[in-house]
């Protein structure tokens, strides 16, 4: 999260079109690495499973066949980078000098995609091996050299040339490099539970279709989410900017209090999976709950914070008074569904970590676009609630989403999953 918040606070100081461009193609980058997240997410159900079972060889074959899987991936994004990054923005309908400002950006950040999905990869693999310590070390590392060369990339500082939108890109992809660099050398090297070698290596087709079989359900998932993200903000234009930017205030605040729940959810992901390698379900259910009760009782601090105090919170961002009191309604919304918050994120990476990724698919796509889009439509201009009646439809999405998940991780037909 840290570093398109990082490349916006610099390539602000350069005025309204570099700000434009780069927001239009980080949105489109997000879009295109969703994918690899869901292929990802297929790669941790495996290994997880190859571990618990003690088949260090098996997670070893399956770590080589997803870094094939991350080359075809770079190789496309790199092709889409060169070639298609003004008609892209074009198309999008912006002013021509927010294409020219946005396809510099696009274009070194699809280039630079390769290290992005090598890394993420990378990274996947060590947490399921059961080791999430180095990953983090990694990303401190690595992100804390781009948020210090940002700036004199950018703005040309010190020795630095003044390389304005493509310094932004650069660091970025600088900074990449250096944590995949840090990545493989922890693999190869042996610094973390598995050890990655090229011992025998070939290049398995079976293996990588069943990477993706599990992996692409997880990667619509994730691409049809960031779409909803975007028909929802689309929806708050007609209220104004100070609708939109109140909208962007609660994003801002939601992730914080999301990143905690993923991170727990990933972790009793990887303790599904490898239960299960290791023929032990009910434990795997346990730890489900358990991950469920931490988190749980997490949110419900912040949700009862942001009840009682939601214009502190916003004052962190802006002092406005009309924004605060926007903002703050708003959160006030949002804060009750965060009660159920939990129940979504981490049972749906519980479930996901068994392999089991088809039914968080369909889930997600009818509590986004059976629920939340349809009355985040309706609320607002036939039920009257205005701009109050998107936040409520996100709201009725998350509840019924967080029952549906609690159903299905208690039916329990995952455990029976089969990769």
């Given at each position: 999260m840290i570093g398109p918040t990082i490349d916006m606070i610099w390539v602000g100081k350069l005025g309204a079109a570099p700000i434009a461009g780069v927001g239009v193609a980080g949105t489109v980058v997000m879009f295109m690495t969703s994918a690899i997240m869901g292929l990802a997410i297929g790669t941790r159900a495996m290994i997880a499973r190859f571990?618990?079972?003690?088949?260090?060889?098996?997670?070893?074959?399956?770590?080589?066949?997803?870094?094939?899987?991350s080359a075809m991936f770079a190789a496309l994004m790199i092709t889409i980078g060169i070639s298609l990054a003004e008609?892209?923005?074009?198309?999008?309908?912006?002013?021509?000098?927010?294409?020219?400002?946005?396809a510099v950006y696009m274009r070194i950040m699809f280039v630079g995609a390769s290290t992005m999905t090598f890394r993420m990869m990378a990274e996947g693999i060590m947490q399921a091996s059961g080791d999430s310590i180095t990953p983090m070390r990694i990303?401190?590392?690595?992100?804390?050299?781009?948020?210090?060369?940002?700036?004199?990339?950018?703005?040309?500082?010190?020795?630095?040339?003044?390389?304005?939108?493509?310094?932004?890109?650069l660091t970025n992809v600088i900074s990449q490099s250096l944590g995949l660099a840090l990545a493989f050398?922890?693999?190869?090297?042996?610094?973390?539970?598995?050890?990655?070698?090229?011992?025998?290596?070939?290049?398995?087709?079976?293996?990588?279709?069943?990477?993706?079989?599990?992996?692409?359900?997880?990667?619509v998932m994730a691409t049809q989410r960031g779409l909803g993200h975007l028909v929802l903000t689309m929806f708050m234009v007609p209220f104004g900017t100070l609708a939109v930017a109140a909208h962007t205030l609660w994003q801002r605040v939601e992730m914080v209090v999301v990143m905690l729940n993923m991170g727990i959810g990933i972790g009793a992901g990887v303790l599904v999976g490898q239960n299960l390698g290791a023929?032990?379900?009910?434990?795997?259910?346990?730890?489900?709950?358990?991950?469920?009760?931490?988190?749980?009782?997490?949110?419900?601090?912040?949700?009862?914070?942001?009840?009682?105090?939601?214009?502190?919170?916003?004052?962190?961002?802006?002092?406005?008074?009309?924004?605060?009191a926007t903002a703050s309604s708003f959160l006030r919304i949002a804060a009750t569904g965060y009660f159920?918050?939990?129940?979504?994120v981490v049972l749906e990476n519980c479930i996901s970590g068994a392999g089991d990724t088809?039914?968080?698919m369909l889930f997600e796509i009818v509590q986004r676009w059976v629920i939340i889009v349809p009355l985040a439509f309706f609320l607002p201009n036939i039920a009257g609630l205005g701009m109050y009646g998107v936040r409520w439809a996100i709201v009725a999405g998350m509840i019924l989403g967080a029952f549906i998940y609690a159903?299905?991780?208690?039916?329990?037909?995952?455990?029976?999953?089969?990769?």
């Amino acid at each position: 999260m840290i570093g398109p918040t990082i490349d916006m606070i610099w390539v602000g100081k350069l005025g309204a079109a570099p700000i434009a461009g780069v927001g239009v193609a980080g949105t489109v980058v997000m879009f295109m690495t969703s994918a690899i997240m869901g292929l990802a997410i297929g790669t941790r159900a495996m290994i997880a499973r190859f571990i618990g079972a003690g088949d260090t060889t098996g997670a070893n074959h399956v770590a080589r066949q997803a870094f094939v899987i991350s080359a075809m991936f770079a190789a496309l994004m790199i092709t889409i980078g060169i070639s298609l990054a003004e008609p892209i923005l074009a198309l999008m309908g912006v002013e021509p000098e927010v294409v020219a400002e946005g396809a510099v950006y696009m274009r070194i950040m699809f280039v630079g995609a390769s290290t992005m999905t090598f890394r993420m990869m990378a990274e996947g693999i060590m947490q399921a091996s059961g080791d999430s310590i180095t990953p983090m070390r990694i990303a401190i590392l690595f992100r804390a050299v781009h948020v210090a060369l940002c700036p004199f990339m950018v703005l040309g500082w010190w020795i630095f040339p003044n390389l304005g939108v493509t310094g932004a890109a650069l660091t970025n992809v600088i900074s990449q490099s250096l944590g995949l660099a840090l990545a493989f050398w922890v693999l190869f090297s042996g610094k973390t539970h598995l050890r990655l070698t090229m011992q025998n290596f070939r290049v398995d087709f079976r293996m990588i279709w069943r990477i993706i079989r599990i992996g692409l359900p997880a990667s619509v998932m994730a691409t049809q989410r960031g779409l909803g993200h975007l028909v929802l903000t689309m929806f708050m234009v007609p209220f104004g900017t100070l609708a939109v930017a109140a909208h962007t205030l609660w994003q801002r605040v939601e992730m914080v209090v999301v990143m905690l729940n993923m991170g727990i959810g990933i972790g009793a992901g990887v303790l599904v999976g490898q239960n299960l390698g290791a023929n032990n379900p009910g434990r795997a259910e346990r730890s489900g709950w358990l991950a469920l009760a931490i988190t749980q009782a997490f949110v419900t601090l912040c949700a009862i914070a942001i009840l009682v105090w939601p214009e502190y919170i916003v004052r962190i961002f802006n002092t406005e008074p009309n924004l605060i009191a926007t903002a703050s309604s708003f959160l006030r919304i949002a804060a009750t569904g965060y009660f159920v918050l939990s129940s979504v994120v981490v049972l749906e990476n519980c479930i996901s970590g068994a392999g089991d990724t088809v039914p968080p698919m369909l889930f997600e796509i009818v509590q986004r676009w059976v629920i939340i889009v349809p009355l985040a439509f309706f609320l607002p201009n036939i039920a009257g609630l205005g701009m109050y009646g998107v936040r409520w439809a996100i709201v009725a999405g998350m509840i019924l989403g967080a029952f549906i998940y609690a159903a299905y991780f208690r039916l329990g037909r995952w455990k029976r999953k089969r990769i």
